[in-house]
């Protein structure tokens, strides 16, 4: 079966997460530079199957679109023409720097470590693509 990656994007850094190959649990698997963020797709592409794509959909608290939109779909529409093969989905991205704050102060990693804007934006990744598996998991049970 072919693993599901989950991309947390920004401007500056861009997280990544992936599952195990039974898409059963999201690892967290780097933070890359947005500017590499192609080369290092296409990279990974080539050494493991990736079956689809999920992209953090940044929403505010009344359910409209982030600002953070603009620089999302142009990203989304690039890596369709790069990637027809791999379908993309969005999945409501809220609270997950939040969560990955608060997963931080939980594991009792020093100040200093949670501080590190690039883990901070992988663990993001990794809770968009855990929450992604077990809304899907849920509406296969309905």
Known sequence: MARILSIDFGRKRTGIAVTDSLQIIASGLTTVPTGEL??????????????????????QMNNAPSESMRYIE???????????????????????????????LDGGLKKKDRQNKALVDEISATIILQSYLESKQYKERL
């Not at 990279?43 to 940044?58: D, H, I, M, N, T």
């Open 38 to 59: 192609f080369p290092f797709l296409e990279r990974y592409f080539s050494q493991e199957e990736v079956g689809q794509v999920v992209v953090g959909l940044p929403r």
């Open 74 to 104: 142009p990203f989304v529409a690039r890596f369709r023409q790069r990637f027809p093969q791999i379908p993309v989905v969005y999945f409501d991205e809220r609270f997950t720097s939040s969560l990955a704050h608060r997963a931080m």
